[in-house]
């Protein structure tokens, strides 16, 4: 039994996740475990695994890794400037955005020439040459 009956000393790993707002929702919390995107201590975890202060946990998000470190136990989601001190993050730097050329049609300019046609496939990259 802890000291003070009011400290805990562990929590539902997506209850963790949700009440630090890592994710928006509970059971968006609940599928990004199921799905394996979610690691406690480099191992794959269920949404009930209990977390407990020290714990590093990673999440998979498009494109990058997200990493923290366990510093409070919560159970009640709260604002944002509460739920930093909740974790360490250890993240690298989010990835620049990636820009792709998207070939765009004015509304109402009719049906596309066969020059068109082969420039917008050459910028998906569907041009047939490989």
């Not at 989010?94 to 300019?109: I, K, N």
Request: hydrophobic fraction near 35%.
């Amino acid at each position: 039994m802890p000291a003070n009956a009011n400290e805990l000393t562990s929590v539902r790993l997506d209850v963790w996740l949700w009440s630090v707002r890592l994710f928006k929702t509970r059971s968006a919390a609940t599928t990004a475990c199921r799905a394996g995107h979610v690691r406690l201590n480099t191992a794959p975890v269920k949404a009930a695994q209990p977390v407990r202060v020290g714990d590093r946990v990673s999440v998979r998000r498009p494109g990058w890794q997200q990493e923290f470190q366990v510093t409070k136990l919560i159970v009640k989601r709260v604002g944002a400037p509460v739920a930093a001190q909740c974790y360490i993050d250890h993240s690298p730097p989010r990835p620049a955005e990636l820009s792709v050329p998207v070939g765009r049609r004015d509304r109402g300019a009719g049906r596309p020439t066969k020059k068109d046609r082969r420039e917008m496939e050459r910028l998906r990259g569907l041009d047939g040459s490989r």
